[in-house]
């Protein structure tokens, strides 16, 4: 018998539903299934492969509204974050279905005979997503999976399964085969591990935190299997004193309290310098008091409530009564798991506000006071997923952008996901990348052959 998950609306704390959870004998089932459906799917022609997967970027494109209020009734994302993370599937299964097409292999020149590759799938692959993202993260595992041949086998956050599972009926509306793409809600600790254990799974790839993610490569190493890392992060927003200080304050919170800071590449630390960190804070204060946090369905709303109960009491835990708060925004009083952007004034580096990923809406103001302070300061920890520099001195801008240990920095902005650029981590912030034009490559293993023309 399954068990079953009551699924919370964060933002009013009523159930939504209740979702049967995969048991372990389920979910190697459902990986038998996965297994016997590779032969057929990674021999469909590779225009076929790539029309199925525009037919389903459309079926997204179709139900995207309702995808996206999926996620707000879910999640308590924005209804306008919402559309964007549901267009973000439907674009990034457009980009990849050119790729079935242009799996090109290498003439490579040799003695004796004529050598070529192949770029063959890896087979059964497992995507393991967390609930910040629940769409996107989902897209980036899968979209490129399947365009390389490979059959998936995708595991939500316990917390947010909904759109997860309807995407799975999307996929299957556009015609791609049933057990070539299935979803299967349930635990990490049991189809998660199934995913890790499993020796029909040839890879994982998992977002989430830095602490699972050590025992995932560790369960994936005794196998020698195939593993992607995307895990946390704590970037520093760095503000020159030469930048544009009130663009560089406006823009500020949003680095940070967008999806209510749970975000692996939020800026929950700016540093500024010295020299203009009291004005900075001037700026800043109206900037965060002007965040709009509220009903996350309305469309004014810019900032919804953290995933659950149990996460809000995690944030919370970060502010004691002598913690030095410079200010705060607000946040609604009543139902719901509420907490208002809020910035500190750590004073000491090693202050677990500075080195610890809150991933909540609180974010620490340092004063730096030369480039090489705000460098070392940038890398002072174990993280180096992303990053802002804001300068008006453009060999600043990428003396620093060279300097800083992150895979994904921006100038005088804010983003760090773009489809058609890499993502990933330096140091404990992941292993591998995903994004861009060459993440097929990450779900394919190069085979050699030599034929030769001796006579
Ligand atoms: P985790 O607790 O690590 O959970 C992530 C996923 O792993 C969930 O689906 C979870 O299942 C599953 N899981 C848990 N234990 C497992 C195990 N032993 N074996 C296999 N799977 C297991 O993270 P979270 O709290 O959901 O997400 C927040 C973290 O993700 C933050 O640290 C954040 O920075 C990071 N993150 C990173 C990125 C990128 S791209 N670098 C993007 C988003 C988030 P359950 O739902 O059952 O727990």
């Not at 180096?384 to 801008?397: E, K, M, P």
Request: aromatic share 8%; proline share 7%; hydrophobic share 45%.
């Amino acid at each position: 018998m399954s068990s079953t998950f009551d699924v919370i609306n964060p933002a009013t704390e009523e159930v939504v539903r209740s979702v049967a959870l995969t048991s372990a004998e389920e979910t190697d089932a459902a990986i038998a299934r996965a297994q016997a459906a590779l032969p057929a799917w990674r021999a469909v022609a590779p225009g076929d492969r790539a029309r199925l997967l525009r037919r389903f970027a459309d079926a997204v494109d179709a139900d995207l509204e309702n995808l996206a209020r999926l996620e707000v009734t879910n999640s308590g994302h924005t209804i306008g974050n919402a559309r964007w993370e549901a267009g973000n599937v439907r674009d990034v299964l457009h980009y990849y279905s050119a790729a079935p097409e242009r799996l090109l292999g290498k003439q490579i020149p040799v003695p004796g005979g004529v050598n070529v590759t192949f770029a063959e799938p890896l087979g059964v692959v497992g995507v393991i997503v967390p609930w910040n993202f629940p769409m996107p993260i989902a897209g980036w595992g899968f979209a490129p999976a399947l365009a390389a041949g490979n059959t998936v086998v995708l595991k939500p956050a316990e917390l947010t399964p909904l759109t997860a599972l309807r995407l799975a009926e999307l996929a299957r509306e556009a015609g791609i085969p049933e057990d070539v793409f299935q979803v299967l809600p349930g635990k990490g600790s049991v189809v998660g591990q199934r995913f890790v254990e499993h020796a029909g799974v040839r890879k994982v790839v998992f977002t989430g935190s830095t602490e699972v993610g050590k025992q995932i490569m560790a369960g994936c190493a005794a196998r020698v299997k195939r593993v992607t890392l995307e895990l946390g992060g704590k970037n520093a927003n760095i503000v020159f004193a030469d930048a544009d200080l009130a663009k560089a304050a406006a823009t500020a919170p949003y680095g940070v309290f967008d999806n209510a800071g749970q975000d692996c590449c939020a800026r929950s630390r700016i540093l500024v310098q010295a020299s203009v960190y009291e004005k900075f804070l001037e700026l800043l204060e109206p900037a965060v008091k002007g965040v709009v946090v509220g009903d996350p369905g309305a469309e004014a709303t810019e900032m919804g409530p953290l995933i659950s109960a149990q996460h809000l009491e995690k944030v919370a835990s970060y502010l004691a009564p002598d913690t030095p708060v410079a200010f705060r925004g607000s946040a609604p009083e009543g139902p719901g798991f509420w907490f208002p952007p809020t910035v500190v004034l750590p004073k000491s580096p090693a202050d677990p506000l500075v080195t610890e990923e809150i991933f909540g809406p609180v974010v620490a103001v340092q004063p730096f006071e030369t480039e090489a302070d705000a460098i070392a300061q940038a890398n002072d920890t174990e993280y180096g997923l992303s990053g802002s520099i804001w300068t008006s001195d453009v060999g600043r801008a990428l003396r620093v952008s060279r300097g800083v240990e992150a895979g994904n920095l921006s100038v005088n902005s804010h983003s760090s996901v773009r489809y058609w650029t890499p993502f990933g981590g330096f140091k404990q912030s992941g292993l591998g990348r995903e994004l861009g034009p060459d993440a097929v490559e990450a779900f394919t293993e190069t085979k050699n052959v030599f034929i030769s023309t001796e006579e």
